[in-house]
């Protein structure tokens, strides 16, 4: 077991026993790590969006130039559709449901590939897509290129959030 930092809280884990337990911000044990954050949609969201959030609400997270640095501190993905005003579940880690509308220049996932955020609000991508290269700079292109995780299938990705990376400023 590794130790994890998912959207401000430190998980620690160890071996009690025989038994693998998590320490939570150094207080209190956990057998598991949370699955989903509760929060209220900002905006309309579909299953598979990849959001950041802003106070309470979480809105369509983008890579895009010229974007605030909130918009790119994507959190997770949404596990299903929500409109804005209600309570949406997002994932902070683990495996979510991927469809062609979550994705640019894609139909579906490609098992094997790590997927960044896009610049396109809410959606991922590969590195290198017919909507161009991930590190590309410039107007209308990626400012970040923010790991986002794996495609485990063609419809699923293990979501493993990373740092942004400051493709310019």
């Not at 809105?59 to 949404?78: D, E, L, M, P």
Request: glycine share 12%; aromatic share 10%; hydrophobic share 40%.
């Amino acid at each position: 077991m590794a130790n994890r930092n998912i959207f401000a809280r430190s998980f620690q884990s160890f071996n009690s026993g025989g038994t693998d337990v998590w320490v939570l911000n150094g207080e209190g044990v956990s057998l598991t790590l949370p699955a989903a954050q509760s929060y209220t949609a900002g905006e309309t969201l579909i299953q598979g969006d990849f959001v950041y959030v802003s106070g309470t609400q979480v809105f369509k997270a983008s890579a895009i130039s010229g974007v605030a640095a909130t918009r790119y501190g994507v959190i997770g993905a949404t596990t299903q559709a929500a409109p804005t005003g209600s309570g949406v579940a997002v994932s902070t880690d683990g495996i979510v449901s991927i469809g062609s509308a979550n994705l640019t220049a894609d139909v579906s996932l490609v098992p094997g590939n790590y997927y960044y955020l896009s610049k396109f609000s809410g959606q991922i991508t590969r590195y290198s897509t017919a909507s161009g290269t991930v590190s590309a700079s410039g107007t209308d292109q990626y400012q970040v290129a923010v790991p986002v995780g794996y495609a485990v299938s063609n419809s699923e990705l293990d979501v493993e959030i990373q740092p942004p990376i400051i493709l310019y400023s």
